[in-house]
């Protein structure tokens, strides 16, 4: 199988259409090689008659794994097939890196002012005002709080990040904010993908490192869910060593009422993503999620405005499975396509779900359960009727 890299395919004078990315379209409209065209790899089969055996086809995905079946499948089918070694990510990682080679101080500098700009400015209405909502309605941050926020290195995190920067610089509550992030054994190109942006947006991280990579990298049930539990467990340590008595996670509003259709639809019950929730094994601690009003076309619309490009998912031996953003079929996935076929039938059904768990009737509902309580309609349903004779 033939292979090129990203900086040789960089020289080579190819005409439009040659470059295929195969990534899903979503991905592939948040960026891509210059020239690229996009035939998704459940396409990509029923598609091959629109290419020409007579060219030459450069075949890119995000991590240069999967793009090497596809060149296998075009050279059995008689086609000539390169792939592009490192894929989108190498991509990434290069133009970012030229970018902190390339330019003065002083365009960093304008740069990340640029960016913060934006968000008071033409993200006011979608993404700060929503932001700050959230913070007073549930009373996130107070007076004298320390607040880990975690960073994964996508951008909801990276934003969460200039948000509580903004916040501490023009609001009137006095915080320290600590951005921490953790390097589980991330692969060198995310992590300096991940450091890259962090210089980029003007964020100052407090890094510490683990090995939940190698002890998850045996399991074959739920890694995923496990990866992420530990995670969470060691982001409240360091942050509690660090002096911290909160940590803000950067769920948004999709993730809010994605949760409350999974609850309904796959375990049967009623329930939400919390705006705040007191740890249960590290004392003293609490988890806020101060994105939990921002929707995440808005957060999509500020890293696409100003030309930020984020890692998905940095995990170093799944990057392409479905449960952790780099394939699809999860079940959030399910519910992320079930939300959008809303949004096209109604503007205002998302805004529905999630009101529909802070406007509970607990009186027409048959039962529920709090902590060590339980409830059933028939408990008094005798007592009630007798009261309306």
Not at 331 to 339: C, F, G, P, T, V
Request: charged share 30%.
């Amino acid at each position: 199988m033939k292979t090129i890299g990203i900086e040789e395919l960089e020289q080579k004078e190819i005409q439009s259409g040659e470059i295929i990315d195969i990534r899903p379209q979503d991905q592939y409209s948040r960026g891509t090689f210059p020239g690229a065209v996009n035939i998704p790899m459940e396409e990509f089969e029923d598609r091959l008659g629109e290419l020409d055996k007579e060219k030459i086809y450069y075949l890119i995905c995000h991590t240069g794994e999967h793009s090497q079946e596809y060149v296998h499948l075009l050279e059995e089918q008689g086609y000539q097939a390169v792939n592009v070694t490192g894929g989108y990510r190498a991509y990434l990682k290069l133009t970012l890196s030229r970018f902190m080679q390339k330019d003065s101080e002083e365009e960093k500098k304008q740069k990340t002012a640029d960016i913060e700009r934006s968000i008071i400015k033409k993200y006011r209405k979608t993404i700060w005002r929503p932001f700050t909502k959230a913070l007073n309605e549930y009373q996130l941050i107070q007076e004298g709080d320390k607040v880990a926020v975690c960073i994964s290195g996508g951008k909801d995190s990276m934003l969460l990040a200039k948000l509580i920067q903004e916040v501490q610089k023009h609001g009137k509550i006095h915080f320290e904010p600590v951005f921490l992030i953790m390097n589980p054994g991330y692969n060198e190109d995310n992590w300096n993908i991940i450091q890259d942006n962090a210089k980029l947006l003007g964020i100052p991280l407090t890094v510490f490192e683990t090995n939940i990579f190698d002890t998850v990298a045996g399991i074959d049930r739920n890694p995923c869910y496990l990866c992420a539990r530990m995670r969470r467990g060691y982001l409240y340590a360091k942050a509690k060593e660090l002096g911290c008595n909160k940590i803000a996670l950067g769920h948004h509003f999709d993730d809010v009422i994605e949760t409350i259709l999974m609850g309904m639809l796959y375990s049967g019950k009623v329930e939400t993503m919390m705006p705040k929730l007191h740890s249960q094994h590290f004392e003293g601690m609490e988890l806020i999620r101060p994105l939990y009003l921002v929707h995440e076309d808005a957060i999509k619309s500020w890293r696409d405005y100003n030309g930020l490009h984020f890692i998905q998912c940095a995990c170093r031996f799944t990057e392409n499975c479905v449960s952790c953003g780099g394939g699809r079929g999860s079940k959030r996935d399910e519910m992320k396509e079930l939300i959008a076929q809303f949004r096209k039938t109604s503007d205002v059904i998302d805004t529905n779900i999630f009101n529909s768990v802070r406007n509970i009737n607990l009186r027409t509902v048959i039962g529920y359960h709090k902590d060590d309580m339980t409830y059933n309609f028939l408990d008094d349903y005798d007592k009630r009727g007798m009261k309306n004779e």
